[in-house]
């Protein structure tokens, strides 16, 4: 192992002096094995990630995201690109090779401020902005991007309004039932739920011709808690913005979609783009919803309509109360910057480990993104101390900045799309950060295979706020919230606390291109919390420093738990990609959806034995290859052929639950077990071709889904076989 051969006296002694100034509650002073490693290699392994460990610190990162949050910077702003160079010139400050990559892509800007005007009963006309707020100098900034949705249709129009709760198929499904049409209305639905994008498209079938989004306080308000600037809520003037792009048919520029968005690279009409929104869609706060709801008539509420305002909630639909909606979008083709940097593996170059955040906000974006950026510059600052000490990882690093994540996974999506055939073959792992740090609370998501890498990792680093280990710190969150049933067994027995649970992966975020349309392995973390300013204004330095991370400790942590993940994929001898759980999580989809089935009366309509008898054997060559692994790390020098075959299965059979010809409807999904679903947006739906159709009532559908399923399965089974043989 190169690393081993480069260590020196000068980095033993970097080494004992880290260890020494980060005290014991930092040291890990067990034996065991780190996974992927030898016994020997381990205890290297760790006195470098104990090294690394150690450069993060809370004053750096205060003062990046001071840096960062200054200035509004929504992508393709000349503020947008400043960041992107201080982010290049940080990390070449490092030691480390960045540079800018650009594509040309449709972005939405507002001309003019939207209006919402109430025509009837009254004539009134909303404030449709944020208020200035005296304790947070940035909020006064006259470059604050008015309150608007990305990506929604100009228009100009008067109609009545109807209420159609968080504007999605159930919720439509109601007012029919009550008797109330929304075709040819305005209709204004509340967050939640899903993605905004699915309530615009909803919206659209309905026959809606405009659509008004707000926070409901029950929600995303005072009945959370204290509102800012007195606590981290949102306030009455605070408003949402964000993109209402169909994500779930496809991300990236809406003009070149698979393709990257270059010079040279042929693009669509607008009018040709099938994940566009042709309707106008507009953001308010629950200040201005009150106004609209409040003089509402016709039916009451259905079951679950009712928000935190202080009235009975009413549809309307009458005309009893009429809205004015206009806004003014104006569609731009604008350059947008990346930022790449790479280190070079030393003996496996061609390998790579992808780590990204995006740098784009809405507006200042101090949790959303740049707690995330924060964090990518101080692991980026560790490395460099890592390489000046004389360590170079055995595989190859690469720390993606993106852009235009906001408007709709644009920047990662345009890369993945231009690097999609180097990515397939060389792509080991995506490892992503988006909003990292919005207060103590650990969690993430992630494909089954690095479930395990997750936890270790979490093992490894410190909860600044218990002292215990941030695995720790999460399992007994995670068991305080649990409820009786799963606390204790039928004697009344406590059980013991499980390890925590770590989600399945949807969209929203830029490990979307990576596991959905390539196959390439991918997690998702971060540091959760009372967060109730998301997407506004109030996304500011002050309410980070008062709220998300006083001490500026947790993005420490995020730093410090991200680069664990990272080193260890990077030099592990044997990858830490255990595919045993991969087969446990696909027997509980299956079982899961069988039950789905037959609650719709559609249970025969595909074979879930042979999916089953599939995972079985998938299960089973998960197993052997594991084995294999593990017994090969052990004596590496003299088996490294046989290893790199089976590393190469691990990456590769994640690969292998692509089906090339996507999912129906939206082919640029190719994830045959992950992809967002169709009306949720961000949440995953897992076996999402078979789940849909059976949503739907489509047998054939479901029955030739479930066979692809199956197929693809298999596929992966074969190559964790070849990979052991």
């Known amino acids: 192992m190169k690393v081993i051969r480069q260590q020196s006296f000068a980095v033993s002694m970097v080494l004992v002096l880290a260890l020494q100034a980060i005290g014991p509650a930092q040291t890990r002073t067990d034996s065991s094995v780190i996974d992927g490693f030898s016994a ?3 205890d290297i392994q760790r006195q470098f990630e104990e090294q690394f460990r150690s450069v993060p610190q809370p004053a750096t990162a205060r003062e990046e995201l001071r840096r960062l949050t200054s200035e509004a910077h929504i992508a393709g702003s000349p503020e947008d690109y400043a960041t992107a160079v201080y982010v290049r010139d940080q990390m070449r400050s490092f030691g480390l090779n960045s540079e800018l990559r650009e594509y040309q892509v449709l972005l939405p800007y507002p001309r003019t401020p939207s209006v919402v005007e109430l025509i009837a009963p009254r004539r009134e006309r909303l404030q449709v902005r944020e208020d200035i707020v005296a304790q947070d100098p940035t909020s006064s900034s006259r470059k604050i991007v008015p309150l608007y949705n990305g990506y929604g249709a100009s228009g100009d129009l008067t109609a009545p309004l109807v209420y159609v709760n968080y504007g999605l198929p159930n919720d439509y499904d109601a007012l029919r039932k009550a008797g109330v049409d929304v075709k040819g209305k305005i209709v204004i639905a509340r967050y939640g739920n899903s993605f905004r994008g699915v309530k615009a498209k909803v919206a659209e079938e309905n026959g809606a011709i405009g659509l008004i989004i707000y926070s409901d306080p029950a929600d995303d308000g005072y009945a959370q808690g204290d509102v800012y600037p007195k606590g981290p809520w949102r306030s009455d003037s605070s408003a ?8 779930f048919i496809y991300p990236g520029d809406p003009l070149t979609p698979g393709v990257p968005a270059v010079p040279g690279t042929p693009r669509l009409r607008k009018e040709e783009a099938t994940n566009l929104p042709r309707i106008p869609v507009q953001p308010i706060s629950y200040g201005d919803a009150r106004h609209l709801l409040q003089p509402l008539r016709g039916p009451v509420r259905p079951k679950d309509f009712q928000g935190g305002l202080p009235f009975a909630y009413h549809v309307g639909g009458t005309n009893d109360v009429r809205v004015h909606l206009k806004t003014d979008i104006e569609f731009v083709t604008k350059t947008i910057w990346d930022v790449i940097t790479r280190i070079d593996g030393a003996t496996e170059r061609d390998r790579w480990v992808v780590l990204g955040n995006h740098r784009d906000a809405w507006v200042f974006g101090a949790v959303d993104p740049n707690s995330g950026t924060t964090a990518m510059l101080e692991l980026g600052r560790s490395l460099g101390q890592l390489l000046k000490s004389g360590w170079q990882p055995r595989r190859s690093l690469v720390l993606c900045s993106w852009d235009a994540e906001e408007e709709g996974l644009i920047g990662s999506t345009e890369w993945v799309e231009e690097k999609a055939s180097e990515l397939k073959e060389k792509a080991i792992a995506y490892l992503n950060m988006d909003a990292a740090v919005s207060g103590p609370n650990f969690g993430a998501s992630s494909v089954p295979s690095m479930w395990k890498l997750i936890h270790s990792a979490a093992e490894a680093v410190r909860d600044p706020k218990t002292g215990k280990s941030v695995y720790e710190a999460w399992r007994d969150r995670a068991w305080e919230n ?8 039928e004697n009344g027995n406590e059980k013991p606390a499980p390890r925590p649970r770590i989600g399945a992966l949807g969209s929203g975020s830029d490990y979307t291109p990576f596991l959905q349309h390539l196959g390439v392995p991918a997690l998702d973390m971060s540091f959760g919390g009372d967060y109730g300013v998301y997407h506004s204004a109030y996304d500011s330095f002050y309410w980070m420093s008062h709220f998300g991370d006083p001490t500026f400790q947790y993005h420490v942590a995020a730093a410090q738990i991200w680069g664990t993940v990272a080193l260890r994929l990077a030099d592990a001898t044997g990858l830490p990609l255990d595919y045993t759980d991969y087969g446990m999580q696909l027997r509980e989809f299956v079982n899961e959806t069988k039950r789905l089935a037959n609650r719709k009366k559609l249970g025969e309509v595909f074979d879930s034995k042979s999916m089953l008898a599939a995972i079985d054997s998938f299960a089973a060559e998960a197993e052997k290859i594991d084995k294999r692994r593990r017994d090969e790390v052990k004596d590496s020098d003299n088996k490294s052929a ?19 010809r996507g999912l129906r409807g939206r082919t640029w999904f190719k994830h045959q077990i992950y992809a967002p679903g169709f009306y949720t947006g961000y949440a995953a739906l897992p076996l999402p071709d078979l789940r849909q159709a059976i949503e739907d009532g489509r047998a054939n559908d479901a029955a030739a889904a479930a066979d692809r399923i199956t197929d693809a399965i298999k596929r992966a089974a074969e190559v964790l076989k070849k990979g052991r043989e």
């Open 40 to 42: 020997k290699t381990s």
């Open 482 to 489: 649990a409820s009786d049933s799963e606390r204790y067994d």
């Open 642 to 660: 046989q290893l790199r075959r089976v590393n190469d299965a691990l990456i590769q059979a994640e690969r292998a639950l692509i089906d090339d």
């Open 240 to 247: 949402q913005r964000g993109s209402v792009q169909f994500l």
